[in-house]
């Protein structure tokens, strides 16, 4: 999933950035698993967002798709840190 969505702190409108990510089931055989790392069916969110954002705050990314994430970034790359799985706009979780 890629494109271009507002990102918001609370209400406040941050900014307009780029974003790309992939959401994912992980496979149980490809890698092994502990307890609390690891729950079944449970969706992966990974990617990056992009724009002039503040690290290691709470934001939300509204996508095209008016899908709704919120995350924060890890670091300088725009590395995404999920809070909740994305939901679309009934409150759904998107697959």
């Given amino acids: 999933m890629t494109g ?5 702190r609370a209400a406040e409108l941050v900014d307009i950035a780029e974003y790309e ?9 490809d890698h092994e698993h502990h307890g609390a790392n690891w729950t079944p069916g449970e969706k992966k969110i990974v990617g990056t967002i992009v724009g002039s954002l503040p690290i290691r705050e ?8 008016d899908y709704s994430l919120d995350f924060y970034l890890r670091d300088s ?3 995404v840190v999920t809070l909740h799985p994305m ?9």
């Fill in 77 to 79: 790359f725009g590395s």
């Fill in 21 to 29: 990510l992939e959401i994912y089931e992980e496979n149980p055989e």
């Fill in 4 to 8: 271009i969505g507002n990102v918001f």
């Fill in 87 to 95: 939901v679309d706009s009934s409150g759904k979780p998107v697959t």
């Fill in 58 to 65: 709470n934001l939300r990314l509204i996508t095209e798709e």
